[in-house]
């Protein structure tokens, strides 16, 4: 697939004799999209970490806008401009809210479109631009998040892997981490959205990935999902 940003083919991975991705395909279009659902347990955060090299697949390919990337170190696959929000935040949280934004542009991709700078990162979101020499463990949960997005994008990447930023947020807050990924959508980054809630995810994605017990159950797009209530109850659990 010519315009493909990112793309699973047949991933088989495992954690020691746990086999938790079996035969995982799906395709991330450039700039599209794509929300990746499924109940807890399901394979969601395995397919992210496959995807950045943090966990090597067994078997199967990973490409990035159609370069084999499946087994090469992080950083390698970090130049090839994928990044990656963690399950959890994960900021640094000894060091200022500044720091963590250096330590991620030390490593990241040096295309041709390099927009994302402290600059840019503290423009969309001032808050963090507010605290820029607080440590970050003294952030609120959405500033961390926030954060933990800044950290990923000064990376400059082509591709933004973003795994339960929702997660522990109030409703408030939600909103706020939902329309920054419609900004970055409408940058023209190629986006996969991991959640466990089909609610947050429909309005903003092109396409729906569903994993279930560590295999893809459905894919389809998300207008021909959202009303779609016998995949949804079967596979998420939900109405
Ligand atoms: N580091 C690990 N070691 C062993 N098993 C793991 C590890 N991480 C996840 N798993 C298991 O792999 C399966 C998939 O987990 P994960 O990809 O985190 O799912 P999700 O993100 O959809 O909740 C689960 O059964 C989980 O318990
Ligand atoms: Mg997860």
């Keep these: 697939m010519a315009n493909s940003a ?15 991705l079996q035969k995982v395909s799906f395709v991330l279009g450039a700039g599209r999209l794509l929300g990746l659902l499924g109940r807890n347990g399901a ?8 995807s950045v090299g943090l966990v090597p697949p067994r078997t199967g390919s990973v490409e990035v806008f159609g370069t084999p990337v499946a087994r090469l170190p992080p950083e390698m ?50 808050r963090l631009a507010e605290r820029r020499s607080q ?17 990923a994008l000064m990376a400059n990447p082509r591709v ?6 929702s997660e522990g ?18 940058s023209g980054l190629s ?15 092109d396409d729906i990935v569903i994993l279930n017990s560590g295999r893809v159950a459905v894919i389809s797009t998300a207008a021909a999902l959202k009303n779609d209530d016998v995949d949804l109850r079967q596979h998420l659990g939900v109405f």
């Design 6 to 20: 990112l793309e699973l083919s047949d991933v088989d991975a495992f954690y020691g004799d746990s086999h938790v």
């Design 43 to 50: 394979g969601k955060s395995t397919c992210m970490n496959v």
């Design 160 to 165: 933004l892997l973003m795994d339960e930023p």
């Design 191 to 205: 986006i996969v959205l991991v959640e466990q809630s089909p609610k947050l995810v429909f309005d903003i994605a």
């Design 77 to 126: 696959i970090a130049a090839r401009g994928v990044a990656l929000v963690p399950q959890g935040r994960r900021v640094f949280k000894s060091l200022t809210v500044r720091e963590n934004l250096m330590v991620a542009a030390q490593t990241g991709f040096t295309g041709r479109h390099a927009p994302w700078t402290e600059a840019t990162v503290f423009a969309m979101f001032p």
């Design 169 to 186: 947020l109030a409703p408030q807050i939600v909103a706020e981490v939902m329309a920054t990924i419609r900004k970055l959508k409408e």
């Design 135 to 151: 440590l970050a463990g003294y952030l609120s949960g959405g500033e961390q998040q926030m954060l933990a997005i800044g950290r």
